[in-house]
């Protein structure tokens, strides 16, 4: 059973920056590896997304060139740098993990078989 823990939320002020990390334990062997949102009275919303080798990301067009994410199998984690905060991006951020088979379109929710708990990202001033 593959356990996602998140980390690393708080609050920021716009133009601000916070790293999420996501910890996963148990079989996460060619797992993609996902970020998606959850504001209040929304649907959770795909943010970013890498392939299990890292090679191929994917960005929600909202958050290009201000998010990152990386991945460290060696350690079982997945890192979202977010810089040049804005209040819109102010939502419960959860880690998404997904077994081999499902393609290369990272964006998907239903194709994610494995969820964090949620951190709390508040962007105000």
């Known amino acids: 059973q593959v356990q996602l823990v998140e980390s690393g939320g708080g609050s920021a002020q716009p133009g601000g920056s916070l790293t999420l990390s996501c910890a996963a334990s148990g079989p996460t062997f060619m797992h993609d590896l996902a970020w998606f949102r959850q504001a209040p009275g929304k649907e959770r919303e795909f943010v970013a997304g890498?392939?299990?080798?890292?090679?191929?990301?994917h960005y929600e067009d909202s958050v290009k060139a201000r998010f990152t994410i990386n991945r460290d199998n060696a350690e079982n984690t997945c890192i979202l740098q977010m810089n040049g905060l804005k209040p819109e991006d102010s939502a419960v951020y959860f880690c998404?993990?997904?077994?081999?088979?499902?393609?290369?379109?990272?964006?998907?929710?239903?194709?994610?078989?494995?969820w964090g708990q949620g951190t709390q990202v508040t962007v105000s001033s």
């Open positions: 998404a993990a997904r077994p081999p088979g499902f393609g290369i379109d990272l964006t998907t929710r239903g194709t994610y078989s494995y």
């Open positions: 890498i392939n299990y080798h890292g090679d191929r990301a």
